[in-house]
């Protein structure tokens, strides 16, 4: 196979499951014009249409469905004769994409980022910060990093980050106008700053101690959608919030934020890199793996911790579906 027959028929298969020429460039990382051309050139090459296409929608032709099944099952085979291959060299290269959540962009990700890919310089790493869950299959990723409970049964998941928790804080001026709450309940008083998912769901107030559990019914003026403006408003006094201790520890060690209900703060498992137990992993994936088993247990992450497969917390998609 010529390199142009391989780069058309990669690029008709990213269209083709992506049903986008947009999104088929972003996961190629070509333009869409030169993604055009690709498909243009195939197209005359066989002779026959392949996609149908208008302003609003991609869809397949009936040649296109035929096509795309035996496109999709070569390709695959030809990565993974490549891959093998590659186990054969002393550093892995090619292509990792994984979608991680905003938290472990900032915690886990942007701290070892640079030194990771100075461990293995063949390696492009393609992140997508996703505020919801991703679909990796779907979204042809190689790998993700979630919340353990977050992790489906069908995946296989390594820790990388350990347990983590939420507070509920507020600003010292914020509390020299306002009573302590001393219970959860104690919050229905009080302005809470709450936050806005991207499924249009409001992110629940959960709370635990001694193994009891509550969800406080919060109100408050102000709802966000972006966690950075969320810390300025508890910042500049507007209210309380209820935010993962990794954003805002700078600001409690610093005074300029309090903690409240400590005692009430729920414990989560932790981040875990999850992937696909029905697809190989790849040489990439592998190194990265390694790479990240080898940072929690550097940072005491205890390996036997272990996901929850079936659960689906509130304080992660209240109201609504998780997708």
Not at 209 to 220: T, Y
């Amino acid at each position: 196979m010529r390199g142009t027959e391989f780069a058309e028929m990669s690029a008709f298969a990213a269209i083709a499951q992506q049903r986008s020429f947009t999104k088929a460039a972003i996961e190629l990382g070509v333009s869409r014009s030169s993604l055009s051309q690709s498909l243009r050139a195939l197209e005359e090459r066989l002779g026959v249409r392949l996609l149908n296409r208008t302003t609003r929608s991609v869809t397949l032709t009936e040649a296109g469905r035929r096509f795309v099944n035996r496109v999709q099952a070569a390709l695959g085979d030809l990565s993974a004769a490549i891959d093998e291959v590659n186990h054969y060299r002393q550093s892995p290269i090619g292509q990792l994409r994984i979608a991680v959540q905003p938290p472990v962009a900032s915690f886990l990700i942007g701290p070892v980022m640079a030194q990771f890919l100075n461990e293995f310089p063949g390696i492009n790493l393609d992140v997508a910060v996703v505020k919801m869950p991703a679909d990796i299959v779907e979204g042809g990723f190689d790998a993700g990093i979630r919340l353990g409970e977050q992790v489906e049964g069908d995946m296989i998941a390594v820790p990388v980050m350990g347990e983590v928790r939420f507070l509920v804080v507020a600003a010292p001026a914020y509390l020299a106008r306002h009573p302590l709450p001393k219970t959860p309940r104690d919050l229905k008083a009080h302005d809470c700053i709450r936050n806005r998912l991207p499924n249009g769901a409001i992110f629940g107030w959960e709370f635990e101690r001694n193994g009891k559990k509550l969800r406080a019914e919060v109100g408050g003026r102000l709802i966000v959608n972006d966690i950075d403006l969320s810390i300025q408003a508890v910042l500049d006094g507007m209210g309380l919030a209820y935010l993962l201790y990794d954003y805002i520890a700078p600001h409690i060690a610093g005074g300029r934020l309090v903690p409240i209900l400590e005692d009430w703060s729920p414990r989560l498992s932790g981040f875990f890199l999850y992937h696909s137990s029905r697809r190989r992993i790849t040489g990439p994936l592998q190194a990265l793996i390694a790479f990240l088993k080898t940072e929690a247990r550097r940072r005491g992450v205890s390996a036997s911790i272990t996901p929850t497969k079936t659960v689906r917390p509130n304080y992660r998609l209240v109201g609504k579906s998780r997708r």
